[in-house]
């Protein structure tokens, strides 16, 4: 059974900064892409990052471009978004998911999802 579990949400202030992680079991990590995906409430589901499987590449969407960065073990079968000066806008539900395909930023090319961790970014 593949299981995607995402740790590391925390309520931070404006300019603070976060590392999530995302430890996967069930499957063969080095055979999948991983890609970052949030939702914030009354919002759409949207594209963060995603990064290929041997962690070389990685692209994000334009919000949190130079902000945040996406890297990954393979020992440990964990991927790791650092995000920094984060900001209000940065708040929702923050969920890995894994593709056996290429890294892409279409929720419906990824084949297993977590469940999420919450971000909050507040004064």
């Known amino acids: 059974q593949v299981q995607l579990v995402e740790s590391g949400g925390a309520v931070v202030q404006p300019g603070a900064s976060l590392r999530l992680s995302c430890a996967a079991s069930?499957?063969?990590?080095?055979?999948?892409?991983m890609g970052w995906f949030r939702q914030a409430p009354g919002k759409e589901r949207e594209f963060v990052a995603a990064i290929t499987i041997s962690g070389i590449r990685a692209n994000y969407a334009e919000s949190v471009e130079g902000r945040f960065s996406l890297s990954r073990d393979n020992t440990k079968n964990t991927v790791y978004p650092q995000m920094n000066s984060l900001e209000p806008e940065d708040t929702g539900d923050y969920l890995c998911a894994a593709t056996r395909g290429a890294r892409s930023i279409r929720q419906r090319d990824y084949q297993y999802w977590g469940q999420g961790t919450q971000v909050t970014v507040s004064s």
């Open positions: 069930g499957l063969t990590f080095s055979d999948y892409a």
